[in-house]
């Protein structure tokens, strides 16, 4: 397992082939101090690509592997796959604060710029913001995992899949029922299989 993992780090490993091409080329070639500038910025930017993709790597390998030797049920699946996107998407901030802060760009007034502009993204986005919070409410609270049969208005199937904006039903007939999250915790569910 543990081989495996190391061989799609090293599949993935492009970006860093990259940042050193675009490090130590044009320093032998004796270019200009502007184009070395440029350079460090393509390398600064490849390493980021890269520590996301080895991110991805590394956490989708991890997620799987404790899917499939710890997970009984589908609520340990469901908050599985949500702490591996937590987690992704933690480590992604982590690289773009650092990289930002390599090129002594201040990060404390671009902070300040996004908490604004994230509370007028956030009133234009309202809807999909409560399917996400919805979300992690089912995560969090259960009132179904995936593979329960429930009934939700005049539908009635097996659960297939809880994501972050929608959750999938298949109904007894073999037709997909898709239902926003948010809409889906507003309504009276029917758990049959507890």
Do not use: C
Not at 25 to 45: F, H, K, W, Y
Not at 47 to 76: C, E, K, P
Not at 164 to 190: A, D, M, P, W, Y
Request: glycine share 8%; aromatic share 6%; net charge positive.
């Amino acid at each position: 397992m543990q081989s495996s993992l190391a061989v799609k780090i090293l599949r993935g490993s492009g970006f860093l082939v990259l940042a050193l091409i675009a490090s130590f080329v044009p320093r032998m070639l004796g270019l200009p101090a502007s184009t070395q500038d440029r350079a460090n910025v393509a390398t600064t930017l490849a390493l980021f690509m890269q520590g996301v993709i080895w991110t991805n790597i590394i956490i989708s390998y991890y997620v799987q592997r404790n899917v499939q030797v710890h997970a009984t049920d589908g609520s340990s699946i469901t908050t599985l796959k949500a702490i591996g996107a937590v987690a992704r998407l933690t480590i992604w901030i982590v690289l773009g604060l650092v990289a930002l802060s390599v090129h002594n760009v201040e990060i404390r007034p671009l902070l300040t710029g996004l908490g604004i502009g994230g509370l007028a993204i956030a009133l234009a986005v309202q809807n999909i913001l409560g399917d996400l919070f919805a979300a992690i409410s089912i995560v969090i609270d259960k009132p179904f995992v995936v593979g329960d049969s429930i009934s939700v208005e005049n539908y009635r199937g097996k659960v297939e899949h809880i994501g972050l904006k929608t959750t999938r039903v298949r109904s007894e007939s073999g037709e997909l029922i898709i239902f926003s999250n948010g809409e889906l915790l507003k309504s009276k569910i029917r758990n049959y299989s507890r």
